[in-house]
C-alpha cells in the first residue's frame, strides 16, 4: 500500500509572519494534523493548549497545539495544528479531510471530493 501526500499551506489565524506550505503525508489514523515546531513558531502559530496523542507505534505524547488555517486542493479549512518534533513529517489528519468533503481512495490511495458534505 502507498502513501499519499497532498501539498498543505498552513496560517497562523491572528498573524502576519506568512505561511508554512510543505507535502503533507495524508493520515486517516491522525485526528489532527501535524507539522514541525519551529516551522509553525516561525509563521506567528500561537499554542493554546496541550493534549495526549497517541503515535503509530502506540507510544504517547504530550504535544502543545495551536489553531490555524489549512488550505489544500483548492479549498480551506480550520483547525489544530500539533507543534511536533522539528524533524517531523507533516500530518494531515482526517478531521481537515472531512471538513472540506475529501476523502482517500483506498483502492487507488488518492484524495477524492465527495459530492456533498455529509451533514448526517
Same mark, same amino acid.
Given at each position: 500500500?502507498?502513501?499519499?501526500?497532498?501539498?498543505?499551506?498552513?496560517?497562523?489565524?491572528?498573524?502576519?509572519?506568512?505561511?508554512?506550505?510543505?507535502? !503533507?503525508?495524508? &493520515?486517516?489514523?491522525?485526528?489532527?494534523?501535524?507539522?514541525? %515546531?519551529?516551522?509553525?513558531?516561525? /509563521?506567528? +502559530?500561537?499554542?493554546?493548549?496541550?493534549?495526549?496523542?497517541?503515535?503509530?507505534?502506540?507510544?504517547?505524547?504530550?504535544?502543545?497545539?495551536?489553531?490555524?488555517?489549512?488550505?489544500?486542493?483548492?479549498?480551506?479549512?480550520?483547525?489544530?495544528?500539533? !507543534?511536533?518534533? &522539528?524533524?517531523?513529517?507533516?500530518?494531515?489528519?482526517?478531521? %481537515?479531510?472531512?471538513?472540506?468533503? /475529501?476523502? +482517500?481512495?483506498?483502492?487507488?490511495?488518492?484524495?477524492?471530493?465527495?459530492?456533498?458534505?455529509?451533514?448526517?
Amino acid at each position: 500500500m502507498g502513501f499519499t501526500r497532498v501539498t498543505v499551506s498552513i496560517k497562523a489565524l491572528r498573524s502576519r509572519n506568512g505561511v508554512y506550505e510543505s507535502l !503533507f503525508l495524508v &493520515d486517516t489514523g491522525a485526528t489532527d494534523c501535524l507539522a514541525p %515546531a519551529k516551522k509553525l513558531s516561525e /509563521i506567528g +502559530v500561537e499554542a493554546v493548549g496541550k493534549a495526549s496523542y497517541q503515535s503509530a507505534d502506540g507510544s504517547v505524547h504530550e504535544y502543545h497545539y495551536g489553531l490555524v488555517e489549512i488550505a489544500f486542493m483548492g479549498e480551506i479549512t480550520a483547525g489544530r495544528v500539533i !507543534f511536533g518534533p &522539528d524533524d517531523a513529517e507533516p500530518l494531515l489528519g482526517v478531521t %481537515a479531510l472531512e471538513f472540506v468533503g /475529501i476523502t +482517500v481512495d483506498p483502492a487507488s490511495q488518492t484524495l477524492k471530493r465527495l459530492p456533498a458534505i455529509p451533514l448526517k
